[in-house]
């Protein structure tokens, strides 16, 4: 017999000139995991911000039914009362808190009304062991890769009295290691009865953990499929997503690969805290022209490490090794002198540091190379807004002007404004951390087919990615990542998730 425990009927949001739902009606089975799909701008966080009070009664129409009861809630508190906790996809974490502080932020550990900052510590460790990270609670959040953050924000959840556990793409930042523990871990909520909704672009995922998945699109609900039914495949949801079958998860391409581009030798780099603490040992690789090159490797092998340190030495210190361009040695010390040498760096984490969610994307485009548009120290407006159009036609960007908020766009058009940022550069080499995270299967593709007409183009692309299956889909070659070593490179034809996963689980006495 069937027991909501939640039920939305015919809910309606409407912004300035933008109905972002549409008499969207959704219903969750007590103790079930139940997963939302959709395109990116589809209305699931927006609907799922509803069912919060982040939006609270009165911004929207319809109504919601708590153990069959209705409920108006007027804010994020008002929730949390009843037992509804969300983790948004951005992360809501003071950088300069310790992970305990954060966790207990609002809920803290009080004896006598002086916080206990023992019973606080020991809580968070106990939390931390639970979602399977392994840092200290004293640490400072802010040292912490997005990854790892994302995991100190499930256990700031589940400190609270959770009834109703919900989840924007909690995996999107985690590597196939991790993303199989949190879904060990929600099984093990689900045992507790704890009722879970997870908004997930992992289809895989989906079809591994979910009982029920209802599909968003266009701000109307499609339909909720039972996963345990016949014929519900990975490719019957993107059918019900994208409103057609999508052939193929990753565009053909022909490489032709031509000489040397980058090379990197013997690069080490120490942590920017702990010196003593090698994070990349004597990494080398090298990328040709019109080549795409994966970097695989679990967290905390040192993947975006390395990245960063070779842009600019944005991360680490005590940096060593050598960069080769075409042959000839050079130096990347600041951010400038690598886009000077033509590197170009996408960021894994476009909203923190990819983009500037304030400005519009004329702004965002021209920024990492405003010389190209200036004259005398002036920026030319009407030259930046050209440059801008040019790239919002070529990189299918959905934006009705360029003088659009970055903000205000989807994951996978942001993304498409990050690429379009760096390719304004001209860079011969192209740096892509995280390409595809928290974007749907359709802008995924659009991704992967842009990132092939670059190598087209005759750059050099590096691509790093969790996604073992995107690696295996785009790239030429495949390099590995353990404990900050390079254990392995294989090419396409040979490498398989197995036997990357193998290079990639290398102990360090292993490597050497």
């Known amino acids: 017999m069937a027991d909501p425990i939640l039920e939305m009927q015919s809910i309606t949001k409407t912004f300035p000139g933008v109905k972002a739902l549409q008499d969207v009606s959704l219903s969750v089975e007590r103790g079930e995991i139940h997963a939302i799909c959709g395109e990116n701008g589809a209305g699931k966080s927006t609907l799922m911000k509803v069912l919060s009070g982040v939006y609270p009664h009165g911004d929207y129409e319809g109504t919601i039914l708590l153990d069959g009861k209705e409920v108006q809630f007027g804010s994020i508190n008002d929730s949390e009362a009843q037992g509804i906790i969300i983790i948004h996809q951005e992360l809501a974490l003071v950088p300069y808190l310790s992970v305990a502080e954060n966790i207990f932020l609002g809920n803290e550990r009080v004896k006598r009304g002086v916080i206990d900052w023992n019973q606080a510590n020991a809580d968070a460790a106990a939390l931390l062991a639970r979602v399977g990270l392994d840092e200290l609670p004293v640490t400072p959040v802010g040292q912490l890769g997005v990854g790892k953050q994302q995991l100190v924000e499930i256990a700031k959840a589940l400190s609270k009295e959770v009834r109703l556990l919900i989840l924007d793409e909690p995996t999107a ?25 997870m908004i997930s672009h992992k289809l895989n995922e989906i079809a591994e953990i979910a009982d029920n998945t209802t599909i968003i699109r266009d701000g109307r609900t499609i339909e909720t499929l039972d996963m345990k039914a016949d014929g519900v495949t990975q490719e019957r949801i993107i059918r019900g997503m994208v409103g057609r079958d999508l052939g193929h998860r990753f565009p053909p391409h022909e490489p032709n690969i031509g000489d040397e581009v980058l090379r990197i030798e013997d690069w080490t780099v120490h ?101 190209k548009v200036s004259r005398l120290g002036w920026v030319n407006a009407n030259e930046e807004t ?28 942001q993304q498409k404004v990050v690429l379009s940022k760096w390719l304004f550069t001209d860079p011969e080499v192209l740096i892509l951390d995280e390409p595809t995270r928290g974007i749907d299967v359709g802008a995924k593709y659009e991704i992967y087919t842009l990132i092939n007409k670059l190598a087209e183009q005759g750059k050099a692309v590096l691509v790093i990615s969790s996604e073992l299956p995107e690696l295996l889909g785009i790239c030429n070659r495949i390099y590995t990542l353990s404990a900050g070593r390079i254990t392995g490179v294989l090419p396409r034809e040979q490498a398989t998730q197995e036997n990357l996963m193998q290079l990639m689980t290398k102990e360090r006495d292993q490597v050497r």
Request: charged residues 25%; hydrophobic residues 40%.
């Open 173 to 197: 930042a985690l590597n196939d290691n991790d993303s199989e523990h949190l879904l060990g871990l929600l099984r093990q909520l689900q045992q507790q009865g704890i009722t879970c909704i």
């Open 271 to 371: 942590h920017p805290t702990q010196p003593e603490r090698i994070v990349v040992d004597g990494a080398s690789l090298n990328v040709r022209a019109g080549e795409i090159v994966g970097l695989a490797g679990l967290m905390g092998a040192g993947r975006t490490e390395l990245a960063m340190s070779l842009f600019g030495r944005t991360y680490g210190r005590n940096i060593t090794g050598r960069v080769y361009l075409r042959g000839e040695e050079i130096k990347t010390r600041t951010v400038a002198e690598a886009i000077d040498h033509g590197i170009a760096y996408a960021t894994e984490d476009r909203k923190k540091y990819g983009l500037n969610l304030i400005e519009d994307i004329r702004n965002n485009i021209s920024a990492a190379n405003l010389k």
């Open 386 to 413: 050209k440059v801008a159009e040019s790239f919002r036609a070529s990189m299918n960007i959905k934006a009705p002007t360029v003088a659009a908020l970055a903000g205000k766009l989807s994951g996978g058009n």
